[in-house]
């Protein structure tokens, strides 16, 4: 067997014993360095530790502090509360209500997760309520959760800028038009649920209650509103601004809602720490993954691999989207970035794709892999918090995957989806 054939041997092996993924990687890698005489131990060391080497990737922790301060300081109760008194009374109103605060909080979180697994709780737990049925209340709440990364400000986003060299400001406006068209796909899907089970509407709130939740999350609403307008009028940079947010949520969630107490930030720094740390070791043993593939010029066979089977632009978008689905099933989204974006550069070099419609791509297809098996990070948390098995979660969460790649579809072929905002604001 060749060294690369070790080399991806081991990575495997290593992904069935289930080892952490940066270890997979790291481990894998080490193996390859410690096979092959004509790579030095100081050189992979150098491109490990280079690759957290980011100022632009310092907006990472701050971002995930921001989420963790708006779950525990009341803004996550309050962006649900506006949500409800607008659009719960409809047929099935708590799932739209779900994918509408959804949207709403990933204006502030940039996370997935951080809507799971603080929003996606009240949202669950409202539905179970009101009667329910655990299907809907699994799927649309893991469904709606993707807009998180897609809907600015995004970590996916800042770590793919950073390592694309790409706007991120233009990734954070190109992820807009995606984030609402993600939204209406889910709402017409709970349209038709809805439709079906009968579900009964219930009384419409008076304009005097819209404007009393109105007026308490306005404070919250303005999280998007901040760090996008600060981006776009020059006010700050995207790293700056997550620093921003941090400040910003800390100052609404103890000065006006006064639900944070500042005793409870080493709390929330120890719990930023452990989700950042992870992160930052997968891109350190992504990056040396990935500049070993780029040695063995693995990307190259790939790339000539793909032109193979067809140079028409729809189908390499096609088949791109088939690998990073499958990619998703698998990884995370920092990881398949690190991966990926060195073999996929070229490519949509060649096809004539913006970087900023690949990123927003990339990052839809990685969020939907979090709703699918085996390593679907959503799909643990949801049956976590709903104390309903793993295997059940799949099973209830899947049909959500439809609108959710119908949605991709439309974003992969329908370029001004993504890229209108960007142009218009000239950071494309």
């Known amino acids: 067997m060749t060294i690369l054939g070790i080399f991806f041997l081991s990575f495997v092996i290593f992904m069935i014993l289930r080892m952490p993924l940066y270890l997979c990687l790291i481990a894998s890698s080490s193996v390859y360095i410690f096979i092959n ?14 690759a957290p080497n980011s100022f632009t990737l310092l907006a990472v922790p701050f971002f995930i ?3 963790q301060v708006m779950n525990l300081g009341g803004v996550s109760n309050r962006i649900f509360g506006f949500a409800n008194v607008l659009v719960g009374h409809l047929r099935g109103g708590l799932a739209y209500v779900n994918v509408l605060a959804s949207m709403i909080f990933a204006g502030g979180s940039g996370s997935a997760l951080a809507d799971v697994g603080g929003l996606g709780l009240i949202e669950m737990k409202a539905m179970k309520e009101q009667g329910y049925e655990d299907d809907i209340i699994l799927g649309v709440t893991g469904a709606s959760a993707t807009v998180g990364p897609i809907i600015p400000p995004s970590i996916p986003f800042v770590v793919y800028g950073a390592m694309a060299n790409v706007s991120i400001g233009g990734l954070f406006l190109g992820g807009i038009g995606p984030g609402v068209l993600i939204g209406l796909a889910l709402c017409l899907f709970i349209f038709i649920i809805a439709r079906k089970r009968q579900y009964v509407s219930r009384k419409r709130a008076t304009l005097r209650e819209i404007g009393k939740s109105f007026t308490g999350a306005f404070a919250a609403l303005m999280f998007p509103v901040i760090i996008i307008g600060g981006i776009w009028v020059g006010l700050f940079t995207p790293t700056e601004a997550a620093f921003v947010s941090a400040v910003y949520g800390i100052i609404i969630s103890r000065f006006v809602y006064r639900d944070f107490k500042f005793k409870d930030t080493m709390n929330l720094i120890r719990e930023t720490v452990y989700m950042v740390g992870p992160a930052i070791s997968v891109v350190v043993g992504a990056a040396l993954f990935a500049w070993i593939m780029t040695y063995e010029k693995v990307d190259k066979v790939i790339v000539q691999a793909l032109f193979s089977i067809s140079t028409n632009k729809y189908v390499v978008l096609l088949l791109i989207n088939l690998l990073l689905l499958f990619l998703g099933m698998f990884i995370e989204v920092v990881a398949a970035i690190m991966l990926m974006l060195p073999i996929l550069m070229p490519i949509i070099a060649v096809i004539d ?15 939907i892999g979090l709703m699918t098996p085996p390593v679907g990070f959503s799909l643990y948390m949801l049956s976590t918090a709903s104390k309903i098995s793993f295997g059940q979660t799949v099973k209830y969460c899947f049909p959500w995957t439809i609108p959710l790649l119908i949605a991709l579809a439309l974003v992969t072929y329908f370029e001004p989806v993504v890229m209108f905002l960007p142009r218009l604001m000239g950071m494309a």
């Open 37 to 50: 005489p004509d790579i030095s131990m100081m050189t992979a060391m150098g491109k490990m530790m280079n």
């Open 65 to 67: 502090f921001a989420g």
């Open 353 to 367: 794709v913006n970087p900023i419609h690949l990123g927003v791509i990339m990052v839809l297809n990685m969020m």
